[in-house]
């Protein structure tokens, strides 16, 4: 019965083992500010492209794994919670990287706990240097220093790995010459005692 109150502007849904965000729903609560559905078992973010106040979007302990498009529709959210989901890679990082009036993102906190991703290589400094727009992240306060320092440590494996990637390809490019030259050996030596033999 959500759907007939259309003037609802804050929605807590969390703890009622909800398993899909239902569209029919939540396309009814275009007037919707915040909305929390923590602790239920949602597996994709989906519904919310008809809500354009929508502000704080709490989706905390889900089964939620990417994020994709499904906020493109949601320009002024400032707030946004994924912690405790299964989001295991960066390739949704710039997708929310282009809210700009996204100020908070939390993927792990201590009371939902944390995505796969923040056990990942450069996590911290990945999606600081990406979304230097932010205020909080994982509940820390954004300072200037902690967002420079993470543009010049990104900068400098950015250089790092591209000098290992050029070394790489200069390494195989002497393994294939190497091997090519002793195919060619090979190829004079098998001709050499065909020659022979039919001789």
């Known amino acids: 019965g959500i759907e007939h109150c259309a003037a609802l502007t804050h929605l807590d849904l969390s703890h009622n083992k909800i398993a899909e965000m239902e569209r ?10 915040t909305l929390w559905m923590n602790d239920n078992a949602i597996e994709r ?17 889900n089964r939620i794994t990417a994020v994709c498009d499904a906020l493109d529709g949601n320009g002024v959210l400032e707030e946004l919670n994924l912690s405790g989901n299964l989001i295991s890679n960066f390739k949704d990082i710039p997708n929310l990287a282009r809210m700009r009036r996204l100020t908070s ?9 944390d995505n796969p991703l923040c056990s990942l290589c450069n996590y911290q400094t990945y999606l600081l240097f990406h979304m ?25 494996k950015k250089m790092y790995y591209n000098m290992r990637i050029k070394t ?8 294939i010459r190497k091997a090519m030259e002793a195919r060619q050996t090979k190829i004079s030596q098998i001709t050499l005692n065909l020659n022979v033999l039919l001789r």
């Not at 029919?24 to 500010?33: D, E, N, Y």
């Open 24 to 33: 029919p729903v939540l396309m009814r609560l275009g007037r919707l500010q």
């Open 45 to 61: 973010i989906e519904g919310l492209e008809h809500m354009p106040h929508l502000a704080r979007l709490w989706l905390g302990s």
């Open 105 to 113: 993102v939390t993927f792990s906190d201590p009371h939902f706990g």
């Open 132 to 156: 230097g727009h932010l205020r909080t992240f994982d509940s820390v306060v954004i300072t200037d220093e902690l967002r420079q320092l993470a543009e010049a440590t990104y900068m400098k």
């Open 168 to 175: 790489l390809k200069r390494n195989t490019s002497n393994v």
